[in-house]
């Protein structure tokens, strides 16, 4: 519930830990690609009698220019804005023995100058300044400036062309993201989001996931791939900062166009001939060979018009992008896009995150908490609800009873869209909302004793499922409005671990090495060096995104009682050791945590079915868990360890006076 301090080298040094350098170099598929590209590239230049000259703009580790100049290219210039990556760069260029071959500048391509950074312009430019919505990272500033500024007229660009696609989809997953559902009570009553939210297009920003996660039975697809935008970074088709694409499609399945999933691919050479896909399996040219990607992803766009599609109808699909950044809608009969960048105007798709919208619209999380309510919520009950942005207030207030009902809303945001559900539901006299922090709550804003206090929990500047504890401190800053036998519910928290084999996630943490050929062990250092110095034991991260197998049974870490009094809670340190089987991998360990109700009714923010050792585990759709990953471990089981006793030692200490939860990993073979 407060600001910790950092050193003044905190941010700095986690922007170089945080870098997605090693995921992009882990990326094999990238990296052979750009390698064969840039030989078509030199070939050509070289078979035209032309000097090879190289401009690799946004060098990183200097990985494309060492390519450049194994490939016997006369002179490579690279420029790299970020002064520790390009001082690493020069480094490793040394390292690799071509110190005389590149330049390494220290600058932004914009602010580079022929004849002062560059003898002359170059006749190849080889750059990487895509995201996973391609011209996210200003692609289209960059190549327009380096073509006008930095490059002859015949030159050769690596990639020369980037392709977007979108399919569209109908999914009940897909639109809990971007809109919630109607609430039914008991069959008679219903809570219904207000009108300025149902007709809100949602956030502009876009949803970026892994879709090959994404279960085929979540969604249905309504029409095939097709191709929108055709980004020509050539130069002989100007690239446009501003554009609109309009393509009908027809509708092979029928149902509301729920979301659209957008990917694209980049064709590496002149002729088109080498392709580097970043499509969902279904969609990928070559599937049984696909890379794992976090730096490029897929994404969910969602349109602003409501519609609903039968197969064989056709529809237009709006495809709009601005310099940075895209946006869609459907139609069919007329163009009814916003030719501005639309913005969320309800204020609850900027406030909630996209998992916390489809958290609240989960049918069986609802009913869990409607149980959890007819339960224990009499008829003349007075309940304090305490999380942040929560339907909670409202389910008690429809539905249950005729006490009061009070609502802790620390987050102003928050507040503001609570009050709009609570008007728009006519529930003003039944709910009383505390827009305040618990410490300015008087007893004017609570006027009876509380017999209940009720969270989900869930706050919004948690970024560990256990994060959410701070419900208890709420709760119990609040004793003196609770009557003397109030309930508090979730009365327990519980966290749980199992070690676990990660099947890609390890790469973003796990030393690079050799890679091509080239020798990048400077960068492993720096990464290090200041990884020790921000990167937290345990990270928060979607798994359900991430696969990971099961290396061993999970177990229970802590036992937390909400119930007890702060004054009355001691110091906790508990250590357990995690059981390897003998012949599963294991490169981390995977955390969560659980609320407990009573009578049985448990919300977790971990797995969805029982952890079975050797088989993939099914994660939460809208928690984030904890991470531990083995620095610099792939995998290891206990067969190559040669400890028949294979275990990883997990001591956690629990400091409720502080709020601080701590761990330490011990592997058994380390």
Known sequence: MEWCFRDDDYDFKQEIARSSYADMLHDTERNQLYYAGLKVAVAKKRA???????????????????????????????????????????????ENGFA???????????????????????????????????????????????LRELLVKDCIVVPSVGNMYIQLVSSKLVRRWNQLDDLDIDGKTTVTSPLAMKRCGGAPALHDLQLDQLPLE??????????????????????????????????????PVDGIFMWWDLEMDPNAEIILSCAPNWAHPTPRNMQWRDHWMQAIYYPYTHLTVARGEMVKVICKHDEYSLWF??????????EDRPICTCGAHITYSRSRLGMLSDPDRRQTFLQIIKKNIKQDSNVLCISNGSLLPLMVAAGQGTGLVYALETHPMCARVMRDFIAHNNLQDRVTLIDKQVEDVTEADITDKVDVVLGEPIFQTAQLPWDNICFWYLARALDPYLAPRAAILPGNMRLYAVPVEYEHLWKIR????????????????????????????????????????????GAMLLNVDMTRALADAQDVEETVALSLL?????????LWAEFDFGDGHVISTGPREPIRTGHKITWDYYTRQGVHLLYNSRRINCLQSGDDNCHITVSVKFVPQKGDISFKFSPSWS
């Open 510 to 553: 796990a030393d690079v090495g050799i890679c091509e050929g080239f020798n990048l062990q400077q960068f492993d250092n720096i990464i290090q060096l200041n990884s020790e110095s921000v990167d937290e034991t345990v990270e928060p991260h979607p798994l359900w995104e991430y696969p990971c197998t099961a290396s061993g049974p």
């Open 218 to 255: 979540k969604f249905t697809r309504l029409t095939p791939p097709k191709r929108v935008f055709r980004f020509d970074f050539t130069g002989v088709t100007p690239l446009l900062e501003d554009e609109t694409s309009i393509v009908t499609m027809e509708m092979e399945g029928s149902g």
């Open 100 to 146: 005389a071959q590149i330049k390494v500048i220290p600058k932004r391509s914009t602010d580079l100058v022929i004849g002062e950074d560059l003898p002359e312009r170059a006749n190849i430019l080889v750059t990487e300044v895509f995201d996973t919505e391609l011209i996210g990272e200003g692609a289209i500033g960059t190549y327009t400036h380096a």
């Open 582 to 590: 003998r012949s599963e991998p294991c490169n981390g360990v995977a």
């Open 48 to 94: 035209a009698g032309e000097p090879v000259r190289v401009l690799d703009i946004g060098t990183g580790t200097g990985l494309l220019s060492m390519m450049a100049a194994s490939l016997g290219a006369d002179s490579v210039h690279a420029c790299e804005a970020f002064t520790p990556m390009a001082d690493c760069a020069k480094k490793i260029i040394a």
């Open 329 to 338: 809608d459907v139609a069919k009969d007329k163009e009814n896009c916003p």
